[in-house]
């Protein structure tokens, strides 16, 4: 079965600071690996995937995230943060074969702080 | 920028009643979501549909839920009568295709049962 681990519920940080939202998983064979944000009141937004090839993927409004095998880790990173930053983080996670759904984590709270 | 439609945004029901949350896909995507999202917790996978059937559910898909395409443009989720724990955001999503490909996400329906 897949799982994604978050262990952090919230992260603050100041403007202007790099910031890491941390992210483990658990699947049988290869991961596809994906980060969405949730602004208040809003869906889900894509914001990067890991699929293969470089393990460092760069997504949207500067985000980007590291997937380590070895940790079977795939934080989220920006070396800046805005404030507007300010929203829930999902992780997922989806099997590389068949029409398997994908699979969340429980959410990581990000506050960024002027 | 397509994206995928939700309505209502927010339906309140009485216990036992029947509800339909009905979503748009993006018209060239070919794979099917539901989730839901109960306050405060993790998003949950409910079903997968393509190419006109269920192609995976989630034990909290019981015989409550049902899931239909009526006119190839539209995708439901009807939920035959309400339990006070049914309250959640409802999650629409569609896909290209499936496994490496992200999945967009509709701003969801807030369903309240009273």
């Known amino acids: 079965a897949q799982s994604v681990a978050q262990p952090e519920d919230q992260v603050n940080v100041a403007e202007g600071n790099p910031l890491t939202v941390k992210c483990t998983y658990s699947v049988s064979g290869n991961p596809y690996l994906f980060w969405y944000v949730q602004y208040p009141n809003r869906g889900l937004q894509f914001l990067l995937k890991?699929?293969?090839?470089?393990?460092l993927v760069k997504g949207s409004y500067g985000f980007e995230a590291e997937f380590n095998k070895s940790q079977t880790s795939f934080h989220l990173k920006k070396p800046s943060a805005l404030v507007s930053d300010s929203a829930l983080y999902f992780c997922?996670?989806?099997?590389?074969?068949?029409?398997?759904?994908?699979?969340f984590g429980k959410g990581t709270r990000l506050s960024v702080i002027a | 920028e397509p994206e995928v439609t939700q309505t209502p945004s927010h339906q309140v029901t009485q216990m036992g009643q029947e509800v339909i949350l009905r979503c748009v896909p993006i018209?060239?995507?070919?794979?099917f979501y539901w989730y839901r999202q109960i306050l405060g917790q993790k998003v949950e996978f409910l079903v997968s549909f393509y190419n006109n059937e269920i192609s995976e559910k989630s034990e909290i898909f019981d015989d409550q839920f049902s899931v239909e395409r009526p006119d190839g443009s539209n995708f439901t989720l009807k939920i035959r009568s309400t339990k006070l724990e049914d309250s959640a955001m409802y999650f629409c999503?569609?896909?290209?295709?499936?496994?490496?490909?992200?999945?967009?996400f509709g701003q969801g329906t807030r369903l309240t049962v009273v």
């Open positions: 018209s060239n995507h070919l794979y």
């Open positions: 890991y699929i293969t090839g470089d393990n």
């Open positions: 997922a996670v989806r099997r590389n074969s068949g029409n398997t759904p994908l699979v």
């Open positions: 999503a569609s896909s290209v295709r499936t496994e490496n490909t992200e999945a967009f």
